[in-house]
C-alpha cells in the first residue's frame, strides 16, 4: 500500500506545475518512501533465517541501491527522449502498476486465510497442551515468554 501511495505522490509530482503543490507532493512522495524502506527492512530482517540473517541483508541492500542506481539511468536516458517530468512520471506510473499487480495477486490469498473457518482439528491443536511448542532460536516474536521475563 506505501508503494502504490509514493508511486501517486511521485507522478502527482513529475506532472505538478504549481511550486507550493510540488514541493507538497515531493514531501509526500519522500515520506512514503522512507516509510516502504523502513518496513521492508523490517520485513527482511525479521523473516531471514538467524543463520544467515547478515548476507540476506546485505543482498537486500546491494539489490534496493543497485536498483536505485540503475533508475536513475534509465530516467534520464528516457528523459533525454521525451523529458524529464514525462520519464519521471512514466516510471512512478510503472512502479504504481507493478505495485498494484502484486497486492491484486496476493491480496485474495491474505484474505481468504484470514476469514477462514477454523476446523475442529485446528480449535483442538490450539487449546491442547502438546501444541504448545517451545522457543527456538529461529523462533520470531516481538513479545517476550513469561519464561524469559526478568523482574526488577
Not at 56 to 64: D, E, R, T
Not at 79 to 85: R, S
Not at 107 to 116: G, L, M, Q, T, V
Amino acid at each position: 500500500m506505501l508503494a502504490l501511495l509514493w508511486s501517486i505522490a511521485l507522478a502527482s509530482f513529475a506532472l505538478a506545475t504549481n511550486y507550493w503543490l510540488a514541493l507538497g507532493l515531493l514531501f509526500a512522495a519522500g515520506f512514503f518512501e522512507l516509510a516502504f524502506n523502513a518496513m521492508a527492512q523490517t520485513l527482511v530482517q525479521l523473516q531471514a533465517p538467524v543463520d544467515i540473517r547478515g548476507r540476506v541483508i546485505g543482498l537486500f541492500n546491494m539489490a534496493s541501491l543497485g536498483l536505485r542506481a540503475f533508475s536513475g539511468v534509465s530516467v534520464g536516458l528516457v528523459g533525454g527522449l521525451i523529458g524529464v517530468h514525462r520519464s519521471l512520471a512514466l516510471s512512478a506510473l510503472i512502479v504504481l502498476a507493478i505495485a498494484g499487480l502484486v497486492l491484486t495477486i496476493r491480496a485474495p490469498s491474505r484474505i481468504s486465510r484470514a476469514f477462514a473457518r477454523p476446523t475442529s482439528e485446528s480449535r483442538a491443536s490450539r487449546f491442547s497442551p502438546a501444541s504448545k511448542s517451545t522457543s527456538s532460536p529461529t523462533a520470531i516474536s516481538i513479545f517476550p515468554t513469561t519464561s524469559s521475563r526478568r523482574w526488577i
